[in-house]
């Protein structure tokens, strides 16, 4: 990423701090007629500021969307393989060809016994009926209409029941072709041909869908909240692009899919995942990427030289500003993203403002200095 050019009044107050420096280094010793010994030279700047397009990098792993263990529904001699280990495949292509003369054969019986349950489950309908008349008639008993009625119900049941005996074989025979459930690219076969197989023999091959793919990446709480400004702001504000492992970068742009449920507590990072379209496999599941989310339009920002911002023991960043009588004065400020010249302030300090930009670290609390603009 090239960095930002910085604007005029940043670049005015860097030249000025590497002549202070040089002047810096090159004073003569003080005589005892110069200043007071407790009393040194500090370079005094405004805060400019720089148009900034913040970019964040994050570690990544390529994810398959769609990934299935093809296995046997039913058992039997694997008679045919129809791909090739490797193969693109698409949603529906015949994978294997199982044995199928058993499952034929109990189809076909299952058929003959819906059949006679239809023809039984008729019979009975015609007798109810028969027994129904007669009953209104009073020619037949109240027996004989109970019989009629549950030998009905009766072989209405059977024909129910061989209806479900049929679709239980038409689909185990159905199952004698196995076909790819899943658009992907399938992997080792693990039954050639001649190979018994069953429900318990496991996967027969994998296939993996690879276009398109999701990268996952973890940026942490803070940075998701304050930085992204939640999941709104990184689908909205932020581009994400991947380097793969050569340090290229991938042509695709990602688009974010989802973020995950829950922060994980181990880490207390936010789990997100993005979208490539990968329609020449660069992207392969289970690889490392770099991840780089960078903001869409520059954003404005308080700027400093780098040497005049300094992070306490537990990683705040503050100034020093010149206070009264010169004594300096300690100003808290949230830091945003730096480069190798600035660094940018999102908080704590507004632009214009004087703050020391070099000597900061002869600076003691309480002892006065003498500052000098630069």
Not at 181 to 186: I, Q, R, W
Not at 202 to 218: N, S, Y
Request: negative net charge.
């Amino acid at each position: 990423m090239k960095t930002p050019s910085v604007l005029r009044s940043s670049s005015f107050l860097l030249a000025a701090v590497a002549a202070v420096s040089a002047a810096t280094a090159a004073e003569p010793a003080p005589q005892a007629a110069g200043p007071k010994p407790s009393m040194f030279l500090v370079g005094v700047g405004k805060a400019g500021h720089v148009d900034h397009n913040p970019v964040r990098t994050f570690s990544g792993r390529v994810l398959s969307p769609e990934t299935v263990a093809v296995v046997a529904q039913v058992a039997g001699e694997v008679k045919e393989v129809c791909f090739e280990e490797g193969a693109l495949l698409k949603k529906g292509d015949v994978l294997y060809r199982i044995d199928p003369v058993k499952y034929e054969a109990a189809a076909a019986s299952a058929r003959a016994q819906v059949a006679q349950a239809e023809a039984s489950a008729d019979y009975a309908r015609k007798t109810f009926d028969r027994a129904t008349a007669l009953f209104e008639k009073k020619v037949a008993s109240a027996d004989d209409l109970d019989s009629a009625t549950s030998g009905k119900a009766a072989a209405e049941a059977a024909l129910d029941a061989a209806k479900a005996a049929l679709v239980s074989a038409e689909d185990n025979l159905a199952h004698c072709t196995v076909v790819a459930p899943v658009d992907g690219k399938v992997g080792l076969n693990a039954a050639t041909v001649g190979n018994y197989v069953s429900t318990a023999s496991g996967p027969l091959c994998t296939i993996v869908r690879q276009d398109p793919v999701r990268v996952a990446f973890a940026p942490g709480s803070r940075d998701y909240l304050s930085f992204f400004g939640g999941e709104k702001g990184l689908r909205e504000l932020f581009d994400v692009r991947v380097r793969l492992a050569d340090g290229s970068v991938y042509d695709g742009e990602g688009e974010v899919e989802f973020v995950g449920n829950a922060v994980n507590a181990a880490t207390d990072t936010m789990p997100v995942y993005a979208r490539f379209p990968n329609p020449d496999g660069l992207l392969v599941p289970g690889a490392t990427v770099k991840v780089e989310v960078k903001a869409k339009e520059a954003k404005r920002y308080v700027s400093l030289p780098l040497t005049a911002v300094i992070h306490d023991g537990e990683g705040k960043g503050y100034v020093w500003m010149v206070g009264e009588h010169n004594i300096p004065v300690r100003r808290d400020v949230e830091t945003g993203p730096a480069t190798a010249t600035y660094q940018t302030i999102l908080s704590g300090l507004e632009e214009g403002e004087e703050v020391i930009v070099r000597g900061t670290q002869k600076i003691m609390s309480g002892v006065p200095v003498e500052p000098v603009a630069l």
